[in-house]
Each structure stands twice: as C-alpha cells, then as structure tokens.
Nanobody
C-alpha cells in the first residue's frame, strides 16, 4: 500500500532552517509528481511546493519563493523540502503528498505530517 512518512520537523527560531524528508513506499515513486502542503493552526490545507516526476520542474507558493527548495531522490524514493529564512507564519503541520494527474495542487495520498514551529 502507498505510504508516505515525513520527518525533519521541529522548533526553530525565526531566520533558521529545517530540512524535511518524505520516505515513499508502495508505489513507483519516480513515476509521480509530488507536492508539499501545510496546515497552520485553525486554517485549511495550503499547497507549498511541487515537483514533477523527473525533477525537471519545481514550483512554489508565492510566500516561500526564494526561501524553500523542493527536491527529490528517485533512487532513494525520497522527497525533500529545504526551508531557509523561516518565519513565524511558516508554522504548521507539513505533509508530503502524491500527485496523481500532474496537477500539483491535487493529491490522492499524503502522510501523517511533521510539525514545524517557528518561534523565538
């Protein structure tokens, strides 16, 4: 069965960095686009970034452009999100999600999430 397991979250001060990872199993990882999404306290799910199956295209929500970098290692079935210059408004539960039809904002599976808290 499809499994997505996120890790790497934590508490960080504003301006700090974190690197999230997502270990994928149960499907052909290299055949799917993938995305990261987040949910802030009391808010809905927000798409953050997406990457196509071969890594040739990467896309970002406007507020994270220039600060976050999405990447993938198809040999290790792993998705990454490097987050730099973190801000308090980046706080939330971060999910990695499988994109079934190349529309990066539409997902069919996602993991349990990893918590990112940006606070001094």
């Amino acid at each position: 069965q499809v499994q997505l397991v996120e890790s790497g979250g934590g508490l960080v001060q504003p301006g700090g960095s974190l690197r999230l990872s997502c270990a994928a199993s149960g499907f052909t990882f290299s055949a799917y686009a993938m995305s990261w999404a987040r949910q802030a306290p009391g808010k809905g799910l927000e798409w953050v970034s997406g990457i196509y199956s071969d890594g040739s295209g990467t896309y970002y929500e406007e507020s994270v452009k220039g600060r976050f970098t999405i990447s993938r290692d198809n040999a290790r079935n792993t998705l990454f999100l490097q987050m730099n210059s973190l801000k308090p408004e980046d706080t939330g539960l971060y999910y990695c999600a499988r994109v079934p039809l190349h529309r990066l904002h539409e997902y069919d599976y996602w993991g349990q999430g990893t918590q990112v808290t940006v606070s001094s």
